[in-house]
């Protein structure tokens, strides 16, 4: 064990090391950019709207009325320009004829013997209004959320330049597991397995390899045979250096290095980042399930953001109601609902209170918040709150 880097640190670290080995950029299809970031800035390829655009249902008139009605304009045409007296029928999102002097609303027309009159606006889109031709919209850097995709789609893209998804996969230790039936006779069920791979937002995961054998020939090839196919390799257990903890040497017998190697944070004490002599990278989780919950929230989330060329994720805030103690000289990530209150069954073994939390209230080291302090709030991937 080597002297514990801070927390904050921790997340900086992880982040930086993935920023540093994100892939190349490629053009991708929408589904594949989502979640990345831009990797270029986001232009548009033709004016949008391309063409004026109606904005509501009514008709579109030229001149002064009233205005005989002659036809219907309806989206997806090319209309004919409009005569000054005459009235066309037109559906929301359709172009708007040349020569239209106003838009009469649907519900603000009167009909009569084949002539509409009402009061008339230009309700409707000019082309351009939006973009023109090769403007930027968007900055490299930008997330890919679903508001760029529908942005992008709409500006004529078909693609974004991007970086890919990192390929994950989750490596879980330990003789004592079981995948299947209840705890007993010494043996526990298996948490990690079912839930780490749903925590690794943002990356392509593969599936899980384990329960491993507590020995260093099977971890050594459990985690070549991760490595084969996965950029980030997630293992649970066995960061310890107790009897039956076997990753810190077969990290060494693969020729792995630390990128970090403990962290100063309670729970989840201890976790570890190393990187191959290829470029992977290797998240070494604690066994207990809220501890590992913690290393993903402290190192993996961070990684995977950088490996896709987002910012490091950003921490919400809530106003405690109540004292939360410190853990002195550690960070202290303790649970919280949304009303900052503190959950029971919050113990490292623990999956109870972290099922309705908000997240972590990020109580700094030689510290202790009282109830009312408003402070950092560290959330769970894939966990709305």
């Given at each position: 064990m080597t002297d514990p880097i801070t927390w904050a640190d921790a997340r900086e670290t992880a982040w930086a090391a993935g920023y540093a080995a994100k892939p190349a950029p490629a053009e991708l299809p929408f589904a594949e950019a989502a979640g990345s970031a831009l990797a270029a800035p986001l232009t548009a390829v033709s004016d949008l709207p391309a063409f004026p655009t109606s904005a509501v249902d009514g008709w579109a008139v030229a001149?002064?009325?009233?205005?005989?009605?002659?036809?219907?304009?309806?989206?997806?045409?090319?209309?004919?320009?409009?005569?000054?007296?005459?009235?066309?029928?037109?559906?929301?999102?359709?172009?708007?004829?040349?020569?239209?002097?106003?838009?009469?609303?649907?519900?603000h027309g009167t009909v009569e013997d084949g002539y509409v009159s009402g009061p008339t606006d230009r309700e409707w889109r000019e082309a351009g209004e939006e973009a023109?031709?090769?403007?930027?919209?968007?900055?490299?850097?930008?997330?890919?959320?679903?508001?760029?995709?529908?942005l992008a789609a709409a500006a004529g893209h078909l693609t974004l330049p991007a970086h890919g998804r990192p390929r994950a996969r989750v490596v879980v230790f330990g003789d004592e597991l079981l995948t299947s039936g209840v705890s007993g006779k010494g043996r526990i069920r298996d948490a990690l397995g079912p839930m780490v791979p749903h925590l690794l937002v943002g990356a392509d995961v593969q599936a899980s390899i384990g329960p491993v054998a507590d020995t260093l020939e099977a971890h050594v090839a459990a985690l070549r045979e991760a490595l084969a196919d996965a950029d980030v390799v997630c293992t649970t257990g066995g960061t310890m250096v107790g009897p039956v903890d076997h990753l810190h040497a077969a990290l060494a017998e693969i020729g792995a290095e630390y990128v970090l190697n403990t962290v100063a944070v309670r729970p989840g004490f201890p976790m570890l980042l190393a990187r191959t002599a290829d470029g992977k990278f290797i998240a070494g989780l604690p066994g207990n399930p809220q501890s590992a919950v913690i290393a993903v929230v402290t190192v993996v989330a961070p990684l995977l953001a950088g490996l896709r060329g987002l910012p490091l994720p950003p921490l919400r805030t809530v106003e405690l109601?109540?004292?939360?103690?410190?853990?002195?000289?550690?960070?202290?990530?303790?649970?919280?609902?949304?009303?900052?209150?503190?959950?029971?069954?919050?113990?490292?073994?623990m999956l109870r209170g972290l099922a309705g939390a908000a997240g972590f209230a990020v109580i700094p080291p030689d510290d202790a918040a009282a109830a009312g302090t408003v402070v950092d709030l560290a959330t769970v991937p894939g966990v709305s709150s």
């Amino acid at each position: 064990m080597t002297d514990p880097i801070t927390w904050a640190d921790a997340r900086e670290t992880a982040w930086a090391a993935g920023y540093a080995a994100k892939p190349a950029p490629a053009e991708l299809p929408f589904a594949e950019a989502a979640g990345s970031a831009l990797a270029a800035p986001l232009t548009a390829v033709s004016d949008l709207p391309a063409f004026p655009t109606s904005a509501v249902d009514g008709w579109a008139v030229a001149g002064t009325g009233p205005w005989r009605i002659g036809g219907e304009v309806l989206a997806g045409h090319v209309p004919e320009p409009l005569a000054s007296g005459a009235a066309v029928k037109i559906a929301t999102g359709a172009q708007v004829p040349e020569g239209t002097d106003g838009l009469i609303r649907l519900e603000h027309g009167t009909v009569e013997d084949g002539y509409v009159s009402g009061p008339t606006d230009r309700e409707w889109r000019e082309a351009g209004e939006e973009a023109r031709h090769g403007e930027e919209l968007m900055p490299a850097g930008t997330p890919v959320t679903p508001p760029v995709i529908g942005l992008a789609a709409a500006a004529g893209h078909l693609t974004l330049p991007a970086h890919g998804r990192p390929r994950a996969r989750v490596v879980v230790f330990g003789d004592e597991l079981l995948t299947s039936g209840v705890s007993g006779k010494g043996r526990i069920r298996d948490a990690l397995g079912p839930m780490v791979p749903h925590l690794l937002v943002g990356a392509d995961v593969q599936a899980s390899i384990g329960p491993v054998a507590d020995t260093l020939e099977a971890h050594v090839a459990a985690l070549r045979e991760a490595l084969a196919d996965a950029d980030v390799v997630c293992t649970t257990g066995g960061t310890m250096v107790g009897p039956v903890d076997h990753l810190h040497a077969a990290l060494a017998e693969i020729g792995a290095e630390y990128v970090l190697n403990t962290v100063a944070v309670r729970p989840g004490f201890p976790m570890l980042l190393a990187r191959t002599a290829d470029g992977k990278f290797i998240a070494g989780l604690p066994g207990n399930p809220q501890s590992a919950v913690i290393a993903v929230v402290t190192v993996v989330a961070p990684l995977l953001a950088g490996l896709r060329g987002l910012p490091l994720p950003p921490l919400r805030t809530v106003e405690l109601a109540e004292d939360v103690p410190g853990r002195g000289s550690f960070t202290h990530l303790a649970l919280v609902d949304p009303a900052g209150r503190r959950l029971a069954h919050h113990g490292s073994a623990m999956l109870r209170g972290l099922a309705g939390a908000a997240g972590f209230a990020v109580i700094p080291p030689d510290d202790a918040a009282a109830a009312g302090t408003v402070v950092d709030l560290a959330t769970v991937p894939g966990v709305s709150s």
